[in-house]
């Protein structure tokens, strides 16, 4: 039985819980007089419980501050791959009719058991909380909850995982790996002309030197991948998540259907910039 240990989690992810809490409120209450269903996925949930690097105390995770929201949600998915945290939040939920765990790869249940269940046409909408580890994600989830118009997405684009193995300023150097996930979480490679950028030298040849670009002109280009492509119609500035060393470590996306969504997170986001 492996032992459980809860994640230590540093202020960056303490200000997204926070987001995350405040926002779903605001999304639970405009739909209270309404007929449609709720509901809310977390595709990475965890144990339901963190522990905080700053103060050393537990905190709860996404699916307790998810469970304790009012008005409440219909229905809860819950995904995380390890089993030892499924059980954990199992035993925080209780026998709950109302909650679905999944233990597994996120890309498969999000896609096979949860997400077809979310459409429009069926009158049932969702808050999806997309919050990997690292670059494991597959943008077939993203694809498939923009295109269904019935999904809010936050989404944790983790750009300093992206950085230490994927966008090296020599992209030849990075392993095939890496670059294999760095183009199933951007839905294909055009990752790499977002990232990169030629340079004309002056010399005699008119050689060219590969110029890796910053990490905003990455984020917007994401962005602009999240409307164009996966077909939300509206797509925040995405929120740059940063450590004590003042490096980003991941940006914060929401992206949504309506404009009052849009809003409503804009003016949340601008508390936490």
Known sequence: MTELVFDEIGYWSELKLEILETYGAAYTTAFKKQKLKKYYIDGFCGAGVHVSKTSGKSIEGSPARALKISPPFDGYYFIDLKQHKTDHLKRLCGDRQDVHIYTGDATKHLLKDVLPTITYENYKRALCLLDPYGLHLDWRVILQAGRSHAIDMFLNFPIMDANRNALWRNPEAASSDDIERMTKFWGDDTWKQAAYAESPQPDFFSATEVIKQD???????????????????????????????????????????????????????????
């Open 215 to 273: 990490n905003d002109v990455i984020a917007a280009a994401f962005r602009k991948r999240l409307k164009a492509v996966a077909g939300f119609q509206f797509v925040a500035d995405p929120l740059p998540m940063k450590n004590s060393n003042n490096a980003v470590v991941y940006y914060l996306f929401f992206a949504a259907q309506k404009s009052v969504a849009d809003k409503i997170i804009t003016s949340i986001f601008a508390k936490y910039r």
